[in-house]
């Protein structure tokens, strides 16, 4: 059974502290174990205010990325023209961490754009991130921008794809100016490279069928169980190792397979 998330924005264009204003998604409690209506505060301030453990679902969420509302079109906007310069995935940067996004060129000063229609959530400063935005989108979905040497929006305000939310830079935690770029669902970040090609400014797929393999990195973080990862044309053993940072033989001993194999799209290769 497909587990449908229902989206319902505050009503006041500008929430404040002790506003009664929440979001309301309807989800399944025997996946999630919480009741089967959570009730999500708009007003708080953390990145994930959903408080799930999406790396134990076993449903298949449908989001349209991009679709007909009313008469409008929804469209998808890249916030800014630069090449994707760090991945998603582990890296060993400030130490053998998770990158949770896309770091995106820019210079400081370039115009960010919101991906999507939305509300702005969060407008504030934090060590890692820098000075970032949170925008709420339609079906759970939200977008984060991080690094910014200023915002240009403020929480409450309702934004279009492709408005001007902010302006690039190195705050926080950085090695340079960049836009950190990040996408999640019910709190939990996707892989942006599954739907979206950063070179060539395209959406890959608008009708996202969110499966269990997307949330397999949180597997590895959280130590939860193992993980794996859908093989993508042109991939190898090698460049799959150095995109989780591990070793070829360590893929090969985990998937029982010779170091050369020649890998199909659409594997599911164990990874920790």
Same mark, same amino acid.
């Not at 939860?224 to 093989?231: D, P």
């Given at each position: 059974?497909?587990?449908?998330?229902?989206?319902?924005?505050?009503?006041?264009?500008?929430?404040?502290?002790?506003?009664?204003?929440?979001?309301?998604?309807?989800?399944?409690?025997?996946?999630?174990?919480?009741?089967?209506?959570?009730?999500?505060?708009?007003?708080?301030?953390?990145?994930?205010?959903?408080?799930?453990?999406?790396?134990?679902?076993?449903?298949?969420?449908?989001?349209?990325?991009?679709?007909?509302?009313?008469?409008?079109?929804?469209?998808?906007?890249?916030?800014?023209?630069?090449?994707?310069?760090?991945?998603?995935?582990?890296?060993?940067?400030?130490?053998?961490?998770?990158?949770?996004?896309?770091?995106?060129?820019?210079?400081?000063?370039?115009?960010?754009?919101?991906?999507?229609?939305?509300?702005?959530?969060?407008?504030?400063?934090?060590?890692?991130?820098?000075?970032?935005?949170?925008?709420?989108?339609? +079906?759970?979905?939200? *977008?984060?921008?991080?690094? $910014? !040497? /200023?915002?240009?929006?403020?929480?409450? %305000?309702?934004?279009?794809?492709?408005?001007?939310?902010?302006?690039?830079?190195?705050?926080?935690?950085?090695?340079?100016?960049?836009?950190?770029?990040?996408?999640?669902?019910?709190?939990?970040?996707?892989?942006?490279?599954?739907?979206?090609?950063?070179?060539?400014?395209?959406?890959?797929?608008?009708?996202?069928?969110?499966?269990?393999?997307?949330?397999?990195?949180?597997?590895?973080?959280?130590?939860?169980?193992?993980?794996?990862?859908?093989?993508?044309?042109?991939?190898?053993?090698?460049?799959?190792? +150095?995109?989780?940072? *591990?070793?070829?033989?360590? $893929? !090969? /001993?985990?998937?029982?397979?010779?170091? %050369?194999?020649?890998?199909?799209?659409?594997?599911?290769?164990?990874?920790?």
């Amino acid at each position: 059974m497909g587990v449908q998330a229902h989206a319902y924005l505050p009503p006041s264009p500008k929430p404040v502290a002790d506003s009664e204003d929440t979001v309301t998604y309807e989800m399944d409690a025997d996946l999630f174990d919480f009741s089967d209506k959570l009730s999500v505060c708009w007003n708080d301030h953390k990145i994930n205010i959903y408080g799930l453990d999406l790396s134990r679902t076993r449903d298949t969420f449908e989001v349209n990325l991009e679709s007909f509302e009313g008469n409008r079109f929804i469209y998808f906007t890249f916030p800014v023209a630069g090449d994707v310069n760090s991945g998603f995935g582990f890296r060993n940067l400030f130490g053998h961490r998770f990158h949770y996004g896309v770091d995106l060129e820019l210079r400081t000063g370039d115009t960010v754009k919101s991906a999507l229609d939305g509300i702005v959530r969060v407008v504030r400063y934090e060590p890692g991130y820098g000075n970032f935005v949170v925008i709420a989108h339609h +079906d759970g979905l939200e *977008t984060l921008y991080g690094h $910014l !040497s /200023a915002a240009i929006v403020k929480e409450g %305000q309702e934004v279009i794809s492709g408005d001007p939310i902010a302006l690039g830079g190195s705050t926080g935690k950085s090695t340079g100016p960049h836009l950190h770029f990040e996408v999640l669902f019910m709190g939990e970040r996707l892989e942006p490279t599954r739907f979206l090609d950063f070179e060539n400014h395209t959406v890959l797929t608008s009708a996202l069928k969110i499966d269990p393999t997307w949330f397999e990195h949180l597997k590895a973080i959280r130590g939860t169980g193992s993980a794996y990862h859908i093989v993508k044309e042109g991939e190898t053993l090698k460049t799959i190792a +150095d995109k989780y940072k *591990t070793s070829v033989a360590r $893929l !090969s /001993a985990l998937n029982h397979v010779p170091p %050369q194999i020649k890998l199909l799209p659409g594997r599911k290769l164990r990874y920790g």
